[in-house]
Nanobody, 115 residues
Framework: QVEITESGGGLVEPGGSLRLSCAAT????????ISWHRQVPGQQRERVAY???????EYADSVEGRFTISRDNAKATMYLQMNALLPNDPAAYFC?????????WGRGTQVTVSA
């Protein structure tokens, strides 16, 4: 069974940066499309960044130009570099690995933006 663990969340001031990491216990990490999502209590989960296995990326309008998704297949790890964080960015952030067979989810890491 694949285990997925996010890390890197925390408290940051507005305008600051954080880098989230998501490590998976799989030796076939490269076959998965990867995504980062966020969820605020009472709201639907929102996908903020996506990377196809080809390297093609997509971003939500709300984070375009500020967030960057990346991956290291050799380490079975994906990242979300978040810059210029805004007061509406706080949420629980989740990573997912997607294939035609299934979607695997991490448990999330909390990001708080406060002065």
């Amino acid at each position: 069974q694949v285990e997925i663990t996010e890390s890197g969340g925390g408290l940051v001031e507005p305008g600051g940066s954080l880098r989230l990491s998501c490590a998976a216990t799989t030796n076939i990490f490269s076959i998965y499309d990867i995504s980062w999502h966020r969820q605020v209590p009472g709201q639907q989960r929102e996908r903020v960044a996506y990377m196809h296995t080809s390297g093609r990326t997509e971003y939500a309008d709300s984070v375009e130009g500020r967030f960057t998704i990346s991956r290291d297949n050799a380490k079975a790890t994906m990242y979300l570099q978040m810059n210029a964080l805004l007061p509406n960015d706080p949420a629980a952030y989740f990573c997912s690995l997607d294939s035609i067979h299934r979607t695997l989810w991490g448990r999330g890491t909390q990001v708080t933006v406060s002065a």
